[in-house]
């Protein structure tokens, strides 16, 4: 067995954006007269799809959404994303990724986007800094109906992962994750891929539990150590 490719989360691990989606969901729920809680993003929508966050805080509050409905919802919170964005003079992403692209090009594996935002999100902070034409597959929301923690995004990555590079013969068990929630790590896990858990949004003793390695930071995954035990897994 051999380590071909590294399967990134977005939010949480690429950037550090759940502030902004906490905030931007407390303001769908005021626009729609209803209350938001402290401690319910954190609860439901962590790691989530923003179609099965919205569902959920809204049917907390007896209000069960149609899909046109619910389209319009993810829509506007989507172009409230954006445009919060874009007034940014930085992205805020998290220490160390530029240093684990590089290492990850270094050794010549593929890179794949697997997560619940939307595409226009993903692609607008990936064109933002630059990192776009790194990333050879990216499914998001708008490919899968089902949130994390199903395994359908991660078998999605490799499906398109393989063919955009026919012959490669990527396999769950070549690729590695990186996810710093549960339902994230669970996803990858009921897909087969091995995890690594970073703690930014929970304790690395937490992440200890569940990922198949566990760092505090990106800057702190050594690859190449990753790589000696996939290719100790196969002899």
């Not at 590079?165 to 994230?184: R, V, W």
């Amino acid at each position: 067995m051999s380590l071909k490719a590294i399967l990134f989360d977005f939010n949480g691990v690429i950037i550090n954006d759940e502030p902004i989606h906490e905030q931007l969901l407390a303001e769908l729920l005021i626009q729609e007269n209803l209350r938001p809680k402290d401690g319910e993003f954190r609860e439901l929508c962590l790691g989530r799809s923003d179609r099965a966050c919205i569902l959920e805080l809204f049917a907390r509050r007896g209000r069960i959404l149609e899909e046109p409905e619910l389209t319009k919802l993810i829509q506007r919170k989507a172009q409230a994303y954006q445009a919060h964005i874009e007034t940014l003079a930085k992205i805020p992403v998290y220490p160390g990724l530029e240093d684990l692209i590089y290492q990850i090009r270094g050794l010549g594996l593929k890179m794949a986007v697997v997560s619940g935002a939307l595409r226009s999100e993903v692609e607008l902070v990936l064109n933002r800094l630059k990192i776009a034409e790194y990333f050879s597959a990216i499914v998001s929301g708008d490919d899968i109906k089902v949130s994390k923690p199903e395994p359908d995004g991660y078998l999605l990555a490799i499906e398109r992962l393989n063919r955009v590079y026919p012959g490669l013969n990527l396999q769950p068990q070549n690729c590695l994750a990186i996810e710093d929630t549960f339902p994230g790590i669970e996803s990858a896990k009921r897909a087969k891929i091995p995890v690594v858990g970073v703690a930014h949004a929970y304790p690395l003793h937490m992440l200890q539990r569940h990922a198949n390695w566990a760092v505090d930071y990106l800057w702190d995954l050594n690859l190449e150590r990753v790589q000696e035990v996939y290719s100790q897994s196969a002899a």
